[in-house]
């Protein structure tokens, strides 16, 4: 479809949210009458100029006086039948309802994900999660079962059993966060566990930007041979949102048909143009039960200057993905530093098993402090860590102090990664 056909379809599906959502939901219901908007809007200009952004913040506020679920709910309790919960990496966690027909949605998005990634109905999926309450693990699986895949659970299993089960069972797809990709592949070593040669030709990554880091992503193919790493990314509070361009390796694809994205900047709220950095704002067009409309998700993105993808799609294009947010950039002596610069840079040193950065927050100035911990074929350690701070202070023009530590010595993620660690004036330790 042409960006018309797109945003024709987008306003009536706007509309058909509002119908519901005007009278039913009792978190948007007021803030529709006031902008004006509660018999729809005549255009998507008119409801981008009308209606007033939504914030965690305001939803965390929203649940905490209205516990446990809030008010963002459009429908009587009885129709809502799944429960979702966030991680709560960024703050306090979401807890997010249902229904059958907004879950069926998600689903549909999720189908979208895995077919433009290349998955089809003769795949064998194996996802390694623990299957805790983010909506992420479960509407995967019920894609692929929705495609006719295979799926294998990887729930209660470690490692070394997780990777053994994916070489015995011939899964061609593996599904997991960038991380615990790098991880599996590890454990896979180090239980003697032969990935070349296996099945595995998918690697589909979630939960963290480091599936649009060129040097990540060459860790993880490196790790499993044959396979190529296909990106997305989706919140539980707002549903799965992107897919990879199959024709741009690193470039995700607003799923529009599900979605009215806007990229405005996180400063002022004002649209960015085509190929500027700003903050995703999205409306889930199809989520009616508890819908969120113009959320700030505080993802920085990029949107891609082309109209019309190489691909041949007009679905909004992000360059590079997700490229950091809103909330994690560290200001050190003057310089703009954010986590993914750093991924980037550490990732690119194959000798690098596992890294942690330390904020220290207890002098006038915060400092910045990096710990890697060397794969097992590395020969010299204290090269390498210098190896790093040298490129650190090349890409940055900024000395961050790099220790190198023993085999085994940094924690392994399974879900997002928690490398930042803060150590406030309040604190002895790590916080």
Known sequence: ???????????????????????????????????????????????????????????????????????????????????????????????????????????????????????????????????????????????GVRLGCLCLPGGGMSNAARARAIVDNGATVLCCTPTYAIRLGEAAAEEGVRLAGCAVRRVIVAGEPGGGIPATRRRIEELWPGALVKDHHGMTEIGPVTFECPARSGVLHVIEE??????????????????????????????????LLRYRTGDL?????????????????????????????????????????????????????????????RRTLPELSLEVEPTAACADPQALAHAVESALRAAMNLRIPVAAVPRGALPRFELKARRWVRVSPREDGRG
């Not at 018309?4 to 599906?13: C, G, N, P």
Request: overall charge negative.
């Open 1 to 143: 479809m042409n960006r018309r056909d797109i945003e024709t379809r987008q306003l009536r599906a706007l509309n058909r949210l509002i119908a519901d959502v005007a009278n039913g939901n009792p978190f948007y219901g007021p803030r529709l009458e006031r902008a004006g908007l509660a018999g729809g809007a005549d255009s998507l200009a008119r409801f981008r100029a009308a209606m007033p952004f939504t914030t965690k913040a305001e939803l965390v506020e929203d649940q905490s006086r209205h516990r446990p679920w809030g008010t963002c709910l459009t429908y009587p309790l009885e129709r809502y039948t799944r429960y979702s919960q966030t991680s709560g990496t960024t703050g306090e966690p979401l807890r997010w309802l249902d229904t059958q027909e907004s879950w069926s949605a998600m689903v549909d998005c999720w189908v979208t994900v895995l077919r433009e990634s290349g998955v089809t109905s003769s795949d064998r999926i194996f996802f390694a999660f623990s299957f805790g309450p983010f909506l992420g693990f479960w509407t995967a699986f019920e894609a």
């Open 258 to 291: 599900a979605y009215l994205p806007e990229v405005v900047d996180p400063a002022s709220g004002e649209p960015v143009p085509p190929g500027s950095r700003g903050e995703l704002v999205l409306t889930s067009l199809l989520r009616v039960g508890s819908p």
């Open 301 to 361: 993105v990029e949107p891609a200057r082309q109209e019309v993808c190489a691909c041949g799609r007009a679905d909004l294009a992000l360059e590079g993905g997700i490229l950091g947010r809103t909330d994690d950039m560290l200001v050190v002596r003057g310089v703009n530093v954010h986590p993914a610069a750093v991924e980037a840079i550490v990732r690119g040193f194959t000798d690098v098993a596992e890294y942690r950065a330390t904020v220290d927050l």
